[in-house]
């Protein structure tokens, strides 16, 4: 029951598309992320999956359109919806999402993480 | 699918204690909620709660320490454990909970709410 700081959290790590857990409650996880350039389309099958800006702004891309996230701004990406993050420049963003999520959905990429690391 | 800012939600209502629900994913409510003054003593039987603090400070007072949270700062209360907020000034803050969850837990008070709107 200690205190999460955010920008500590943030400071401990630099990689893009790495997401790393900070809190878990409930089956969830919260994590945080920096995202820059594009990542792979995927979808999760069974978890919706949040996105809160908390700094930047990064465009999430869907098969049909597309929309732009700005520091603030959050959106949730229901279950079994294609979508592809893209970062013009770096952005730092927290997700919440169920535990057992894989980064990637079914889809196998050099950008897949197979285990978060907490921190 | 749309975005939703926090900014706005926050500027659509100004009583205190009274959580909205801005988002739902995996059977968990996003919610912002504006503190101040004291809560109530209560605990969750069954769910585990976060705080995140969007501006101001308050401090979650357990029954045996207290910790002061302030901008940035999150923490998870686990299930079962006492908790009471106290915000000596106003608070923003997002809250992350199972949907299924009472405002003041098994407490009946004045400050209980029965059912959380939607903004």
Sequence with gaps: ???????????MFSDHWN??????LNGQHVKLAK????????????????????RGSFRMEFRDRSVTLNEGDMI????GVEH????????EV???E???IRHTGDVESGLTVHEYQRI
């Design 19 to 24: 997401p790393r857990i900070v809190a878990d």
């Design 84 to 91: 592809r993050p893209v970062a013009e420049q770096e952005v």
């Design 76 to 79: 949730v990406v229901p279950r």
């Design 35 to 54: 995202f820059q350039g594009e990542f792979v389309w995927h979808d999760h099958a069974a978890e919706d999956e949040l996105f809160l800006v908390l």
């Design 98 to 100: 169920p535990a057992q």
């Design 94 to 96: 927290m997700l919440f």
């Design 1 to 11: 029951m200690d205190k999460i700081n955010i920008r500590e959290k943030l400071a």
